[in-house]
């Protein structure tokens, strides 16, 4: 278990171990790019994941999931050297594509690995835990790679940056090669009685899967692609996608797992707010890195807070949408007093700090929450279709701040876009499914 979870930490921690996160808002504002062309930059990075994200997770619950991870990685890197060698506007479009590729292959493929191979260990109660702190190696990279890149743009511009997101990137990838291949948690019969169920119209999916994905089955989970690779393939999206519309409580946590991980889209626009009211070029990336913090801490927290009720996360989250505005606003007021600009600027990206790390928190708690409660044999397609919605989600969240911003500042974009929290607080109560021990 400490071999697996040292495993999912660095590969997850060296994926975002990316300096350019800091500043790449900037890197296309300095390099002329507009604001409505950078929100279709970011809504091209969004719509390649969103037309990818179920099929990559069809055929992560039909190949080898740790082969998708390394062309994830690949991608990723691949990305990251386009925008190092090619700084236009196609060059970053084309390294947003690759990056959204990159994503797709990995939403959900990570999940389920981890999730299965937790499966076979009969240690499933553990993924809270360990996919806490994997998120959390991933906040907690974000901030050193963020501020790092103080340091590497004084030093080397961006050129410097893009080379050590590369370097850090093609490392990432190497790490994918050490994961486990955990056999899948169903056998081939039980696929079989899943599509003569979704044939004849059921609206559930058998609960005999569960059954079989327990026993002895386990030995023989490894679902043979080689015969029928393609009908498999076809079979595992129909079935995937199938269970995550029709059973309720699978429907419902896709949907509010989606919400809280798709509105956090708007941390993209958090540079730009800080460059807004008036903060130094190299301090952006130290009020960006506090925000990250407060994601790392939530990660963190997960194995802790993963009993939470739905009644509980409600008010946690709606208190998150709460500081949030609040933070926003008093970013925001740094443009009318100058002079007071680094406090301004500290205390409302603190309180944004704080929010983002409740959302964090309570994602990974729903993210958990999902794992438990699908039931078939596709779940690596059952979770992209929750990473599928939140790309819709943050579609919306980009072509918002795209028109927004023609007529509002970014400080009351931003506040607009955070007050959708509040909304999803009022979702939780009837959302959040029981943890299956207390079921």
Not at 72 to 81: M, N
């Amino acid at each position: 278990m400490r071999g697996l979870t040292v495993r999912a930490v660095l590969f997850k921690g060296l994926g975002d171990l990316i300096p350019l996160y800091a500043l790449y808002a900037v890197l296309f504002a300095d390099h002329g790019l507009s604001t409505g062309q950078i929100s279709s930059l970011l809504a091209m990075w969004s719509v390649t994941a969103f037309l990818l994200e179920v099929p990559s997770g069809a055929w992560a619950d039909t190949v080898s999931r740790r082969g998708l991870l390394v062309t994830s990685g690949v991608l990723l890197t691949a990305g990251f050297a386009c925008w190092t060698l090619l700084p236009t506007y196609l060059g970053f479009a084309v390294g947003f594509v690759l990056w959204g590729t990159s994503g797709a292959l990995m939403s959900g493929t990570f999940e389920a690995l981890l999730y299965d191979e937790l499966v076979a260990r009969n240690e499933q109660r553990a993924y809270p835990r360990i996919i806490g702190y994997a998120r959390a190696a991933s906040e907690a990279a974000i901030v050193i790679a963020i501020l790092g890149a103080t340091p590497l743009y004084i030093w080397g511009g961006y050129p410097l940056l893009g080379w050590c997101s590369v370097a850090f990137a093609a490392v990432h990838t190497l790490v994918g090669l050490s994961l486990p291949s955990a056999p899948k948690a169903v056998s081939a019969v039980a696929v079989e009685d899943l599509e003569d169920e979704d044939s004849a119209g059921s609206s559930e999916i058998s609960r005999g899967a569960v059954a079989l994905s327990g026993e002895s089955v386990m030995a023989q989970a490894s679902i043979s692609t080689e015969s029928r690779p393609f009908a498999t393939y076809l079979n595992m999206l129909r079935t995937g996608v199938g269970e995550a519309i029709r059973v309720r409580a699978v429907r419902n946590v896709v949907a509010l797992g989606a919400l809280l991980s798709g509105v956090t889209a708007f941390d993209e626009y958090f540079a730009l707010l800080a460059q807004e009211v008036g903060v130094e070029t190299a301090v952006v990336p130290v009020l960006v890195g506090i925000t990250v913090v407060g994601s790392l801490v939530g990660s963190v927290l997960a194995g802790r807070t993963e009993a939470m009720s739905a009644r509980v996360m409600a008010i946690a989250v709606g208190l998150g949408g709460v500081l949030f505005v609040g933070g926003a606003v008093v970013a925001g007021l740094a443009v009318r007093w100058p002079g007071a600009v680094y406090v301004l600027a500290g205390v409302g990206f603190t309180a944004i700090g704080v929010s983002y790390g409740i959302v964090y928190n309570a994602s990974v708690v729903a993210g958990a929450r999902l794992q438990d409660a699908i039931e078939g044999p596709a779940r690596a397609t059952v979770t992209s279709v929750s990473g599928l919605a939140a790309e819709v989600v943050a579609l919306a969240v980009f072509g918002f701040a795209a028109i927004a911003t023609l007529w509002l500042s970014m400080s009351t974009t931003v506040a607009l876009l955070g007050a959708s929290m509040l909304a999803i607080a009022l979702l939780i109560p009837s959302s959040l499914p029981r943890r299956t021990s207390d079921r």
